[in-house]
């Protein structure tokens, strides 16, 4: 999986996924799905017609139970992703909490708050780390 910060030639997707880093205090929630080995934080596929803030509230409600705020949600950018048989738009969203429960989904058996470079360690989808720099970089 390659990862681009503009649309290489021949990109072709309709596909968008959301990402959100929830923030409370210096720490980053990151979920754990059934079964698998691999953390991520929330987040999944737009449904068509969906516009993406519409998509990123149901997704977080979803997997952890967090209700959104759409006027306290920023969006940090937009990552390409291509592979052999899959190209897809990532679009990536910060929201900070002051205090929240997480109530997760049957979709993950686990979850916790970690600092950013701790979340480089965990093991992740292919093409995470990725998103995460981009994360990093908004940050500076």
Known sequence: MEVFLSPPHNFDSTVDVVICFVQKGNRYLMLKKNGEPLWTAPGGKAETGEDMLSALEREVKEETGITLSKDVV?????????????????????????????????????YSWYLLNEISTLKKQPGADSVLDFFYRSLE
């Open 74 to 110: 920023k969006k940090i950018g937009r990552l390409f992703f291509v592979g052999d048989a899959l190209h897809f738009n990532m679009h990536i969203y910060h929201l900070m909490l002051e205090d929240t429960a997480v109530t997760l989904s049957d979709e993950h058996d686990e």
